[in-house]
């Protein structure tokens, strides 16, 4: 019974974790609810494992890093609190594996990137594209061309679903 609990709330933490990426590769704002969110299904999933203490510990550990990390302008204090947040679900053992998933993570994210800046032609003249996605990808390809941040976010999901899931 507790595997299939798991299951579910491991499979509700991914699509929170994925709709996070998403946002903040269309926005880079991560709300507060959200993580807020991710965080419940974190604890939720310490619950089921039985480690509420050492995820407690973790998480504060994990918050400390990215503040860290922020305070030199190296991360955003959203991916700040969403590490905290995921970082709830994990023992404390279990920190370098998070932290090298995100970071191998990051570094595919950046190379991606950089590539894209090579492919992607500023648009000039023509018709506008409209609907979501395409307002997306016009917001994004000026991203590029201006050397904006990554949405690192997306860094910390993936990470996060390869040491939880």
């Known amino acids: 019974m507790e595997a299939c609990l798991a299951q579910g709330v491991g499979a509700g933490f991914a699509l929170l974790l994925l709709w996070a990426a998403l946002r903040d590769i269309a ?5 507060d609810w959200l993580v807020s969110l991710v965080a419940l299904s974190s604890i939720s999933l310490a619950i089921i494992r039985h480690h509420v203490l050492a995820g407690l510990i973790s998480g504060g550990i ?7 990390c922020w305070s030199r302008g190296w991360m955003g204090g959203a991916d700040v609190k969403l590490l905290g947040a995921v970082g709830l679900a994990i023992q404390p053992r279990q920190i370098p594996d998070l932290v090298l998933a995100v970071t191998l993570a990051g570094g595919v994210l950046a190379v991606l990137y950089l590539m894209a800046r090579t492919f992607v032609a ?3 003249g023509g018709a506008i ?6 307002r ?3 917001i994004e390809r000026w991203r590029l061309h201006r050397g904006c941040p990554l ?4 860094a ?4 996060s679903v390869i040491v939880l899931l």
């Open 62 to 68: 994990l918050f400390c890093l990215g503040f860290a």
């Open 27 to 31: 926005v880079r704002l991560i709300p």
């Open 122 to 124: 500023e648009r000039s």
């Open 136 to 138: 997306v990808l016009r």
């Open 129 to 134: 594209p409209r609907g979501r996605i395409a």
């Open 156 to 159: 910390i999901a993936v990470g």
């Open 151 to 154: 949405p690192y976010v997306c």
